[in-house]
């Protein structure tokens, strides 16, 4: 640590009470750094502010009193500030997450080096990619990409290779943008790096390949899914995050209307039959079947799931992983749990006759079924399933309903304007700013639509019935469209109908 000269005994001034969020300064990063990462996260304590006298010391009821009298040693007269516990880890970590690391930034520190075999140094054993102050160029960079996303909330990180260059995109809220593009010359050792972090095969770059890194961002977990790919101008790699935090899944907060959620409360609250998430990859179906279990009792509920991947941990409930490669199917691990005695069986995904037969046999035994199926509609999630083999009679005997679902972007509260458009109306548009970066959207949430399995369904879907009269049959009984639920939100001025028509296809 380093250290001021030497001055008198050093001593504390605490402030009287508490100080009220509101009456704090953002911390400075270069204050914070006067000190490590781990020893701050460690002790829970923040330097915040560097005054020509002393120095600013945040605590909480958890703060070490070593980590704190190491300090006043170091550096003599401290004032110290009681904050919140919560309040404080989440200031350590904006402190030490500095922008001076982003990745373009680091992008234009690597493009200087000329001998990229020092690039290729062996992985630090760093337990937080925050503590990470390696020098090699590459591994810093790759952290700086990895913190950025996380920070950014991405949920993907592409890098790809071009015949001049190469480019890194974030998908953050379902689009992807442009994030910096380093010379082409650094793309072998960025994706060498990435594959030695997922403890892939380096040498390997003529097929496919897929690993995982776990590591922890700011304190919280991350599990990143690496998927590379040759291409013409060389090895593609994209990285899938996934936040291992539960704590955010709420149905509400995805955005549910309320009429939606009491019904679809009553269907997960049956003791058997099967209940469909469906939509598009990236439309949020797992997340909405993870809310759903999280509002199951668990003390007396065996839930048990098949997944690939295991996208959150959730406290009392038995996850499976699949994992094709050793034979560990969603159909055979299916098969195993039905001999786990559960009470609500979670499939991440009915792909093909086995997985669904497994699935429509379990819930007429007994078994409560969550499961996502790729459709586009409530409606059509019927026909998929009878195409791929499901006899109309069981199913209809098994159905309880579907939930179509879609994603749409809301609106940046910082920049969006509001238009009176030709016929005297006004609507909400995007516009773009620095905060949003220049998308005019920050954010995202649900529409929904929610087909109910009654007795007229029922004998529809048991002669085999189209789409187009099971969703009439649904519409009498009151469902909304995705289209039609999206409503909501244009009028209250969340999203734009440009938005809207893009992901609902409405007109």
Not at 438 to 455: F, K, N, P, T
Not at 493 to 504: A, N
Request: aromatic share 4%.
């Amino acid at each position: 640590m380093t250290q001021m000269p030497a001055q008198t005994a050093p001593s504390q001034r605490p402030l009287n009470g508490d100080a009220a969020a509101g009456e704090r300064a953002a911390p400075s990063p270069l204050a914070a750094r006067l000190v490590p990462y781990g020893f701050a996260r460690g002790g829970q304590i923040l330097v915040a502010h560097q005054h020509a006298d002393s120095l600013e010391v945040w605590i909480s009821e958890r703060t070490s009193e070593a980590a704190l009298a190491e300090i006043a040693r170091n550096y003599g007269v401290v004032s110290v500030v009681r904050v919140p516990a919560d309040d404080l880890a989440q200031a350590i970590n904006q402190a030490y997450a500095r922008q001076d690391g982003s990745a373009a930034q680091v992008v234009g520190e690597v493009e200087g080096e000329v001998d990229l075999s020092r690039l290729m140094q062996d992985i630090p054993e760093v337990e937080d990619l925050l503590e990470s102050e390696d020098d090699a160029p590459i591994i810093r960079m790759i952290n700086a990409l990895l913190t950025q996303a996380a920070r950014e909330q991405a949920s993907d990180i592409h890098i790809e290779p071009f015949e001049n260059a190469s480019v890194v995109r974030f998908r953050v809220d379902g689009t992807l943008r442009d994030v910096v593009r380093p010379k082409k010359a650094l793309h072998g050792a960025m994706i060498s790096r990435i594959k030695i972090m997922a403890q892939i095969d380096i040498a390997e770059k003529r097929l496919p390949q897929d690993g995982r890194i776990t590591l922890r961002v700011g304190g919280r977990p991350v599990d990143v899914r690496v998927s590379t790919l040759p291409t013409g101008h060389g090895e593609r790699a994209v990285l899938r995050l996934l936040e291992k935090d539960a704590a955010r899944l709420n149905l509400e907060a995805l955005g549910m209307a309320s009429d939606t959620l009491g019904q679809f409360d009553k269907l997960i609250g049956k003791p058997h039959g099967i209940v469909l998430v469906t939509g598009p990859t990236g439309s949020g179906k797992t997340t909405t079947l993870y809310a759903s279990m999280s509002r199951l009792e668990t003390a007396t509920t065996n839930i048990m799931t098949v997944e690939d991947p295991i996208e959150y941990d959730l406290s009392g409930i038995g996850q499976t992983q699949v994992n094709e490669r050793i034979g560990m199917t969603f159909a055979r691990a299916l098969r195993s749990i039905l001999r786990q005695d559960p009470d609500v069986i979670m499939i991440g995904e009915i792909r093909d006759l086995e997985t669904a037969q497994i699935a429509v046999q379990a819930s007429l035994t007994g078994h409560l079924v969550l499961a996502t199926l790729h459709t586009n509609d409530a409606a059509s999630a019927v026909t998929r399933l009878t195409d791929m083999g499901v006899e109309p009679y069981l199913l209809a005997s098994s159905l309880l309903g579907v939930l179509a679902q879609r994603l749409v972007r809301r609106l940046c509260p910082v920049c969006r304007e509001e238009r009176t458009e030709e016929d005297g109306s006004k609507r909400w548009h995007p516009v773009g700013c620095d905060r949003c970066g220049q998308s005019g959207y920050a954010g995202r949430r649900g529409v929904y639509e929610l087909l109910l399995i009654d007795e007229s369904i029922r004998s529809l879907i048991h002669r085999n019935a189209a789409d187009a009269e099971i969703l009439e049959a649904g519409r009498s009984q009151g469902m909304r469209t995705l289209r039609e639920d999206s409503e909501r939100w244009l009028a209250s001025g969340l999203t734009s109908r440009e938005e809207v028509i893009r992901v609902t296809g409405g007109a």
